[in-house]
């Protein structure tokens, strides 16, 4: 199975071949400060699954941790920690040209999560916003 993506100005697109060994949501304080966003879907591959066109920008965000991410539009795309995942690269699952094809399976860093992400389930949900129908 092959996955493609790509960042939101297209300057940097990448595929993955096969499967991922999961497909987490990240809740952690350092994903949530480097997308700005409460929740990254993160698909981890092994890195010569992978390949890369363009060249993303790369920012140590923590020792031995490495984020890359598109220098024209700012969108996260890579993620990588060789004391962690060894020879693996983790893709932010939603630069995924279908992000619906692969289904997350588990939530990590919970202790960093607010804690009313328990109640998500409880917010009234529009189709796009609300007053439009």
Known sequence: MAMTGRC??????YAAQGKPAHHALCHCENCRRSAGAYVIGWALFPRDAVTIEGTPVEYESSPETTRQFCGTCG????????????GQVDIQSATLDDPGALPPQ???Q?????????????????ARFPGEE
Do not use: H, K
């Open 75 to 86: 969108t996260g795309l890579f993620y990588r920690n060789e004391a962690v995942f060894p």
């Open 110 to 126: 919970m202790a960093d999560a607010p804690g009313w992400m328990g109640n998500m389930a409880d917010l009234p949900e529009f």
């Open 106 to 108: 588990v939530r990590i």
């Open 8 to 13: 939101q100005c297209g300057a940097i697109s």
